[in-house]
């Protein structure tokens, strides 16, 4: 337990009532959750404002409330803090409330459209391989040293956070490594953490439905760095054409990395196989088992980190080399009769355009590729076509099929996508709804040596249609209909 003023230190206070010496129990923001002796939040969030529900948490048990707006006459006994903001300044609660985690951890985020996942997946494994005990926040799990915990976002709420890294600290864990997403920078989820370092990896279109333009978005990651404070480093894939505007105002040790221009982290691409690239890095040749020019770009992400983190540059070249893909990003399957299937997330234009030309860079020419491709719904609709096109672009057939169609029609999800489709281009496009039998088509459809993409949904295992979440996994899919189990 800790006192009310313990939590609160630092944050200016506008107006109290009552004994700011109270002991509190837990922190919520959620009312559904307040239990006796706890102290509530009022956040306003997004979607709601927790000042709607102050009166519901007292009632549930809260001792103290902390909020921004007094709404309600506060029952004597209750103690009622107001400050000018909520949402920032919960974080800071949070991390008050758990000691402060972070300040015991070395903390490094991954912020940018795609490659955070396997960049902090990879940086837990290089750094678990070196002996270290080590915590992950990321997409497809969140683990403290070897335990693991089922992931809920790709960066959980700020409570959760706290509390997370409080239980690396007791596990006696050095290093965390998180994904940040820009809901997560703009929603102030990450406030009271103390990064000691920031990477960005690239920047493209996606969660237009959330920010409304790319300048927001944009401005939701570049807030990441500018928050850095100067012990830490930043960063940035200078391949990006926004990776240098992460820098622009951080105070942190710059640094960048690249595959095709000078930086301080560079490396050329010797060899491509289905099965591994040959790399040079520093004049040392590596061998990895990572396939596509982006995976080549999340490597060098990964090496930056280390090496700026104080690990020997001849004891990650060794790591590399026994690095393997994370779940359902580029993971390749293959049938007994030599069919080729790729399951990944890609999820956004640009994410399909790089797995295909991943795909386009080893293949020889004789191969088809066909790719299955589906849209998440409530999600931004106006990357569908685009995504569509990218696909038709670089494929010899295209299906497009259900993702997770939330609340919206399927079908009027893959209108959308048909939307980006030239009428000469339709000849070689065809729309299952039904994710199974689009799969089932795909591999029906490929012969020995082909490749077929599986897009989308990479390490997820359900599908969510109307509320509720179905068991589904490309991945068991696939080896079932190409007689793998």
């Known amino acids: 337990m800790k006192s009310l003023n313990e939590l609160l230190e630092g944050i200016s206070i506008l107006e109290t009532q009552g004994d700011l010496s109270v002991s509190v129990r837990r922190i919520q923001f959620d009312s559904r959750q307040v239990e006796a002796g706890d102290l509530f939040v009022a956040v306003k969030g997004s979607h709601t404002d927790g000042h709607q529900f102050i009166a ?38 949070a991390a008050a409330f758990y000691d402060h985690p972070s300040e015991n951890l070395k903390v490094v985020g991954v912020t940018g459209t795609n490659g955070k996942t396997t960049i902090a997946s990879l940086l837990y494994s290089t750094f678990t391989m070196l002996g270290y005990k ?84 944009l401005k939701a990651k570049k807030k990441f760095f500018d928050l850095l404070p100067d012990k830490a480093f930043a960063l940035t894939n200078i391949d990006d054409k926004n990776g240098l505007v992460m820098l622009q105002n951080t105070l942190a040790y710059k640094q960048t990395y690249s595959l095709r221009s000078l930086a301080n982290f560079h490396c050329k691409i010797l060899e491509k196989h289905f099965d591994g690239m040959l790399l040079s890095i520093e004049g040392h040749e590596v061998w990895t088992h990572f396939t596509g020019r982006f995976n080549v770009s999340n490597l060098m992400a990964v090496m930056g980190a280390a090496i700026l983190l104080g690990v020997e540059q001849n004891d990650i070249l060794r790591i590399m080399s026994e690095l393997h893909p994370v779940s359902g990003r580029f993971e390749i399957i293959r049938s007994p009769d030599g069919k080729y299937a790729v399951v990944d997330y890609a999820h956004t234009p640009d ?90 088509t795909a591999c029906m459809l490929a012969h020995p040596g082909d490749i077929i993409l599986v897009a989308g949904k990479g390490h997820e295992d359900y599908q969510e249609i109307k509320g509720v979440k179905y068991h589904f996994d490309d991945k068991e899919v696939i080896n079932e209909i190409f007689g793998n189990n």
């Not at 103290?64 to 309600?72: F, G, M």
């Not at 006696?172 to 920031?198: L, T």
């Open 56 to 93: 519901k948490a007292i009632e549930m048990g809260a001792v103290a409330v902390v909020c921004e707006d007094v709404q309600v006459n506060f029952p004597a006994g209750i103690v009622m803090v107001r400050i000018a903001e909520t949402q920032p300044n919960f974080g800071r609660i």
């Open 134 to 217: 080590v915590g992950l926040i990321s997409t497809i799990k969140y683990y403290v040293g070897k335990d693991e915990f089922h992931a809920t976002h790709t960066t959980p709420d700020a409570l959760q956070i706290q509390e997370l890294m409080s239980k690396m600290v007791d596990a006696g864990c050095e290093y965390c490594f998180m994904e940040v997403s820009s809901h997560a920078i703009d929603q102030d989820r990450i406030s009271g953490i103390e990064f000691d370092g920031g990477i960005f990896t690239n920047l493209t279109h996606d969660h237009l439905d959330y920010h409304l333009t790319f300048a927001e978005y």
């Open 351 to 440: 994410a399909i355009q790089n797995v295909l030309s991943g795909i386009a860079e080893i293949r020889n020419g004789r191969e088809q590729v066909i790719t299955v491709l589906g849209a998440g719904g409530d999600r931004d609709k106006s990357k569908r076509p685009e995504m569509a096109q990218e696909a038709v672009r670089q494929s010899d057939k295209v299906i497009l099929t259900s993702d997770n169609p939330r609340s919206e029609e399927p079908e009027q999800i893959l209108a959308d996508m048909e939307a980006g489709i030239e009428p000469y281009q339709k000849i070689k496009v065809l729309s299952i709804v039904n994710r199974r039998e689009a799969i089932k």
